[in-house]
């Protein structure tokens, strides 16, 4: 990633909004930490972003359903092993789930307000009022 390192947080280095692409906003807070910060366990993303374990849990779920992030399995103190989050690039984030949506057409319906009394765009119920 471009940019200078301080030690603690890599100035320049663009980290791309996801929500675009269908991701949640909890996914795409968790995929910044990630980016930003480097790979981290569960604990300390929930940590660090003040979120609840089942919202880190969810996000961490979606990141690798879409192939956002992985996990890796590294021994810790003591011989037990720790879970590590990894997040994928940013250049390969953006196109990972452009493709799928492009793939899939996967656009969230969002249902449009009717007024009582208008009709909904494409239907003809209600036209002859």
Request: charged fraction near 25%; proline fraction near 5%.
């Amino acid at each position: 990633m471009a940019g200078g390192d301080t030690g603690v947080l890599t100035f320049g280095a663009a980290v791309p909004s996801l929500v675009r692409w269908v991701v949640s906003a909890d996914a795409d807070l968790v995929f910044r930490c990630l980016a930003t910060f480097g790979p981290r366990r569960a604990v300390a993303i929930r940590a660090d972003l003040g979120l609840a374990a089942r919202r880190v849990r969810m996000a961490l779920e979606e990141l690798a359903d879409t192939d956002l992030a992985q996990i890796s399995r590294e021994r810790a103190a003591h011989g037990k092993y720790a879970y590590i989050w990894h997040a994928v690039p940013a250049d390969a984030a953006v196109a990972t789930p452009a493709a799928t949506a492009e793939r899939h057409d996967e656009r969230p319906d969002f249902p449009a307000l009717t007024l009582p009394g208008r009709v909904a765009q494409g239907t003809t119920e209600g036209a002859d009022k």
